[in-house]
């Protein structure tokens, strides 16, 4: 070897050694808030000491640039770069460049999960919590613990209050939701209406998935005497449409929620009601009631009994009260008054456009029989107004197939020309 190339290549293999034995890395959070001062991110350098700091980013503002230890911020949200140049007292250099991801001080950020138990958390920053809430689903608040991460107690909206670095504060929501595919459903078996100021009516709740269940019922306004069992008795102060909702929870932690709508009803109320054609009927609610006694008031004031049934027929206009006893000894005594409404004609074939609808209560099928004057159309209606069935009625009338129709009350409504008719009937 030249004898010339030996100092070279060991001077070379000097600055190689001293280049290799230094290094630095920047030590601070990856999440930080925007708009607020901070975080603090601190340099670590191997190496001879003492040592030369020199702080830069293209978006981030620093306090100290040439410290060891700074404060930066940033004026906008989203990702941002931050580098740090470090020199020895061998003059040895390094440089380190790191990312931090700012969010707003008020954000929002979206969450799904599966099983339980499973948890929602505060940004990867410095943070104080002051307080945490959660907001299920039907609007009803509680505060969680004080922890910078809370288990998930089901879908709804969880946020977060806390002081940020330097006293910023921040206000984060997390909005949730089950995301399982099908792992596990869950269903509410109760009636669609039901009498308020009285305990009841019972509902349950059914699963799919392995048992056992863990069950948590919940609602805004009504009362749930069993919160964890799989049968429960509700009952609600006020007249109108109540929620409620149960959290089923499998042997495999799958958590599946149910929602149901339940209409009260006063146990002193009346019911406004009109027919055309006969035969045709009355009904009580959908709802749990043992039936006491039916009377019909006619426009003469002369009074008789009916049946003892769910269902009575109409006779001709006029008043019919039902008294029964509801769920849990509650007294209930509706009225229903009754109108003829044929356009002033008595009967089918003396009515022009009317539409015979019978039977009711129906099963399998519901006839729309006419006088010969249409065609018109019909629609099929739920008791929340959604159309179930609709098609044409011809010269002759129409047979509605029903089978698939779950018990409740429905709405036929008819349209022939000009003239639309609507008739109340219960499966």
Request: aromatic share 10%.
């Amino acid at each position: 070897m030249n004898r010339f190339l030996i100092p070279i290549l060991l001077l070379w293999a000097i600055n190689l050694r001293l280049v290799s034995q230094c290094f630095s890395l920047i030590q601070g959070p990856s999440q930080a808030i925007s708009n607020c001062t901070g975080p603090q991110v601190t340099a670590i350098p191997s190496g001879t000491g003492p040592y030369q700091y020199s702080w830069t980013s293209p978006t981030l503002n620093v306090v100290s640039p040439n410290s060891a230890t700074t404060v930066v911020s940033a004026s906008t949200a989203g990702w941002h770069i931050l580098n740090v140049l470090v020199v020895d007292a061998n003059l040895c250099t390094s440089m380190t460049i790191d990312s931090i991801q700012f969010f707003h001080p008020v954000d929002s950020f979206v969450q799904t999960y599966c099983t339980l138990p499973d948890s929602v958390c505060i940004l990867d920053c410095p943070m104080l919590v002051q307080g945490w809430s959660y907001t299920d689903i039907q609007g009803g608040t509680t505060n969680l613990p004080l922890t910078p991460c809370v288990s998930i107690v089901g879908p709804g909206s969880y946020k977060v209050f806390g002081i940020y670095d330097m006293n910023c504060t921040a206000v984060h929501t997390y909005v949730v939701s089950q995301d399982c595919g099908s792992g596990c459903t869950a269903s509410i078996q109760a009636p669609s209406q039901a009498i308020s100021n009285c305990t009841g009516p019972q509902v349950s709740a059914t699963a799919s998935g392995p048992g056992p269940y863990q069950y948590s019922w919940v609602s805004p306004t009504l009362n749930v005497v069993s919160p964890t069992s799989a049968t429960t008795v509700i009952s609600a102060n006020s007249p109108g449409w109540h929620t409620i909702s149960v959290y089923v929870v499998d042997s495999n932690n799958c958590t599946s929620v149910a929602t149901d709508s339940i209409e009260f009803f006063m146990p002193v109320d009346t019911f406004m009601q009109t027919y055309c054609t006969l035969p045709d009927s009355v009904c009580i609610l959908d709802c749990p009631m043992l039936v006491q006694g039916w009377s019909y008031t006619d426009s003469l004031n002369n009074t008789i009994n009916l049946p003892l049934s769910p269902c009575v027929s109409i006779v001709g206009p006029g008043s019919y009260k039902v008294f029964g006893v509801y769920n849990m000894n509650c007294t209930a005594v509706h009225t229903y008054l009754v109108t003829e409404d044929c356009g002033g004609m008595g009967n089918l074939e003396e009515s022009g456009a009317e539409v015979g609808v019978f039977p009711n209560p129906f099963s399998e099928f519901i006839n729309l029989k006419t006088n010969g004057n249409g065609p018109g159309s019909w629609l099929v209606l739920d008791m929340y107004g959604r159309v179930v069935k609709q098609g044409a009625i011809n010269l002759e009338g129409h047979t509605i197939g029903t089978s698939d129709l779950v018990a409740g009350v429905y709405t036929v409504q008819i349209a022939i020309g000009d003239r639309l008719r609507h008739y109340r009937l219960v499966k």
